[in-house]
């Protein structure tokens, strides 16, 4: 006895796909937008794509290829991987993300006021120019804006001088240069205004009157801070963090030019990986950094939803 073969289905008509793809743009959020609207959210993703998630990707394949004298060839090997774990740059590298750690608590401690500050207390259109303030001095090359600190920070330089002459401190001190905490000076002076312009994003989002009802119940600063705002602004707090930890552990400038001999990071690594022709190495650094920054931005997004940010330009 056989079975009697079953139709086959019968394609989607016109009105069953016109159905489906509208669902689709609910579910996106894109419904009611017109066409030129929808097309808007392909550029970004398009972009991401060509120069983030292809590039990425590449760079992960090329982590496993095997060394040769100048380039590399196809294989699969460990090396590269097995070479920076059982080695001194693994250490160097969690290091690197210490101090990336500190950098990142001292810009929310000086940097998350400031944003909260110039919200509260100041009108928008002159708000937008203190940030624009903020970021002036990234119009200058990273590494002259680097450079510049060296006479501020050195035994003879300009922080040490005021110390001296206003009696704070006997005889100059040397750790502000060429040493772990030049680093984190440098990072800091350097990533700041990034953890302020989220912050000041996300508390767009957060309405005036939240502040007047907080005063209104007697909610005390400190409180207020604690428990409206901080958890309000999470996802800019996050998206600023990040973005500061990963150029701590990434940016060569800092510590090849503040940092001295005893500093060094993962783009450091990857650089002198670079220039001693081991590029299979230099790609399984890269490929380390950037399963770490989606691991981050995974982790964020499932506790702090990060599309949040967004929502004052929505």
Sequence with gaps: ?????????????????????????????????????????????AFMTVFFLIPSLMTVI?????????????????????????????????MSMVHSSISVVICFCIGFPIAVFV????????????????????????????FMLRPVLGRNGLVNTVLMDAGLVTEPITWFLFTPVGVIIGDILS???????????AMEAV???????????????WRQFRD??????APGIFAGAVFIFINGIGNAFVPNILGG????NAGLIATQAIIALDFPLAMAI?????VTLMGLLYLGHRVFNLSRLLAPLS
């Design 1 to 45: 006895m056989t079975a009697s073969p079953q139709p086959a289905p019968s394609p989607p008509d016109a009105a069953t796909t016109r159905r489906r793809g509208r669902s689709i743009a609910a579910d996106l959020g894109m419904a009611g937008e017109s066409r030129a609207g929808k097309l808007i959210y392909y550029v970004p993703a």
């Design 62 to 94: 090329w982590s496993f290829y095997e060394r040769t004298m100048f380039w590399m060839k196809p294989g699969f090997t460990l090396f590269s991987y097995i070479n920076f774990f059982s080695s001194a740059r693994f250490e160097n590298f969690l």
């Design 119 to 146: 919200r509260k207390h100041v009108p928008p259109a002159a708000g937008h120019r203190v940030l624009l303030l903020f970021i002036l001095p990234f119009m200058i090359s990273e590494v002259i804006r680097i």
């Design 191 to 201: 990533f700041l205004p990034f953890i302020i312009f989220a912050g000041f994003l």
């Design 207 to 221: 309405p005036k009157y939240v502040f007047e009802v907080c005063q209104d119940l007697g909610a005390s600063r």
């Design 228 to 233: 409206v705002i901080v958890p309000l602004a």
């Design 261 to 264: 001999p005893g500093a060094v």
């Design 286 to 290: 890269s490929a380390i950094m950037v």
